[in-house]
C-alpha cells in the first residue's frame, strides 16, 4: 500500500462521492436513485477513514505497520 496514493486523499472520496449524488439527483428511478445514493455515503465514509488514516500519521511522517 502507497500512503501516497489518492486512495488516501479525504478529497479525492469526497469528489466520488459528490459526482455520485449529482448523477443520482439526475435519475428519476426511484431504486437506481437509491442505489446512487448508497454509493455515495460509502465514499463518505472512506473520506472519513482516509482522513483519520492522515491523522494518525506519526510525526516523523512515517505510518504505522497496523494502519497499513
Known amino acids: 500500500m502507497n500512503p501516497k496514493s489518492k486512495l488516501y ?9 459528490e459526482a455520485t449524488r449529482k448523477k443520482a439527483a439526475a ?9 446512487l ?4 455515503l460509502e465514499y463518505d465514509k472512506l473520506a472519513w ?3 483519520f488514516w492522515q491523522m494518525r500519521k506519526n510525526e516523523d511522517d512515517t505510518w504505522p505497520e497496523r494502519e497499513l
Open 9 to 17: 486523499q479525504p478529497d479525492h472520496w469526497r469528489g466520488r462521492a
Open 27 to 35: 435519475l428519476i428511478d426511484g431504486k437506481a436513485k437509491d442505489r
Open 37 to 40: 445514493l448508497k454509493i455515495a
Open 49 to 51: 477513514r482516509a482522513h
